[in-house]
């Protein structure tokens, strides 16, 4: 048994980390950090989790955090640069949600989050945390970065068809849809219910922090380096993320079979029959990202559509199939949670 702490404790990725946790075989909860309900017991707090969680929120500095073998970091961007060098202890894993190292360069960092980047040393000891074009380098991790969720739909529809070459990696564009759980629990008039509500908005136009993450993991894999046309959008949905993806195909010719190849090992991507296009509904509430593909003819474009729950593969649940990796348990151990339907 190893002992978890969660900082940003009431936070959508802190709560969809203590649903996934608490039925872990290997994992128990020592803490639960947070800065505004410390003191508070959980389940009073949020009584979908009466009978099943005990434990009250507690402050950084009562102690608890020390116990930890594995510390998440379920807070804004900003946060975990700053305090996990201050927290860091040999031995001790610590995966992050957000998005403070997933930016090599400091540069782009600074372009696209804002603020200071990361110290070298720290964002050099981060790896990436997505399993499935990284899962060596995850197991012998101590620090992860967690992928964003956007990143993490747009990539592993893309991946396949442009390692293989069989489209192209210039001229990608990646069209974007959230629900509004992925802006996080804070009050916002951008998530205000009648601003949502029978509407749909494009945001962040040309400067979405998920932009470089997609080129820089995507060079990565290819070696080559092409922007991206990514946008947003917000969908009056609590849940889930599709990517809609159109690429310039190269060999339209065994291309079904080249994602399933790609994917044959890596039990949370499901790749739909040929032609068939997943909905997020399929994968809501668990940590599937489900993929179709479907060739243009008539424009010899590919699309993509791939789908995830943004708090589960998005965010929570892939961050507890790295942890899974990173202690050599099952890399599905305590996500096995079939998708909710309808
Ligand atoms: N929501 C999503 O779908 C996804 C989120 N992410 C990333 O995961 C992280 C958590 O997201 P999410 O849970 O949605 O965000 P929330 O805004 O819902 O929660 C973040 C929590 O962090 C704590 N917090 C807020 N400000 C600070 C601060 N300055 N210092 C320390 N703690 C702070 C608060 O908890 P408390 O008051 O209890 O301390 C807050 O509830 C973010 O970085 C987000 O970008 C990544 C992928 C998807
Ligand atoms: C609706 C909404 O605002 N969604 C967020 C989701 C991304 C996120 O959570 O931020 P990270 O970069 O830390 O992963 C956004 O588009 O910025």
Not at 79 to 89: F, G, H, N, S, T
Not at 159 to 182: E, L, R, W, Y
């Amino acid at each position: 048994m190893k002992q978890a702490a969660v900082i940003g404790g009431t936070g959508y990725g802190a709560l969809e980390l203590i649903r996934i946790l608490e039925r872990h075989p290997y994992i128990q909860i020592s803490a639960l950090i947070s800065r505004s309900e410390e003191g508070e017991p959980v389940a009073d707090r949020y009584p979908h989790l009466t009978t099943l969680v005990d434990e009250k929120f507690t402050g950084l500095n009562s102690g608890l955090l020390e116990k930890a073998d594995i510390v998440f970091f379920a807070t804004p961007a900003g946060v975990a640069k700053e305090l996990l060098p201050r927290i860091q202890k040999p031995g001790v894993q610590y995966i992050d949600l957000s998005g403070d190292l997933r930016i090599d360069s400091p540069d782009e960092y600074e372009q696209w989050y804002g603020g200071e980047a990361p110290s070298e040393v720290l964002q050099k000891e981060a790896v990436y945390g997505m399993p499935e074009i990284n899962s060596e380098k995850i197991k012998q991790a101590e620090i992860i970065s967690n992928p964003g969720c956007f990143a993490t739909a747009a990539l592993l529809g893309i991946i396949p068809a442009v390692v293989s070459g069989k489209a192209s990696q210039k001229d990608i564009i990646i069209d974007g849809k959230t629900g509004v759980s992925g802006a996080g629990r804070k009050m916002s008039m951008m998530t205000h219910f009648s601003e949502t509500n029978e509407n749909i908005k494009a945001y962040k136009v040309g400067s979405h922090q998920h932009t470089p993450e997609i080129e820089q993991y995507l060079a990565q894999e290819t070696a080559a380096d092409h922007p991206v046309s990514f946008q947003t959008h917000l969908i009056p949905m609590t849940r889930g993320i599709m990517c809609t993806c159109y690429l310039s195909l190269n060999d339209p010719s065994g291309l079904h079979e080249t994602y399933q190849k790609f994917y044959e090992d890596h039990p949370f991507v499901r790749i739909r029959p040929e032609g068939a296009v997943p909905q997020t509904k399929e994968v809501y509430g668990s940590n599937y990202c489900d993929i179709g593909i479907s060739v243009d003819k008539r424009t010899g474009r590919l699309l993509v559509v791939s789908v995830i729950d943004n708090l589960v593969k998005g965010a929570s649940g892939q961050a507890v199939q790295n942890m899974n990796l990173m202690n050599g348990w099952k890399e599905s151990e305590g996500l096995t949670e079939i998708p909710l339907y309808p």
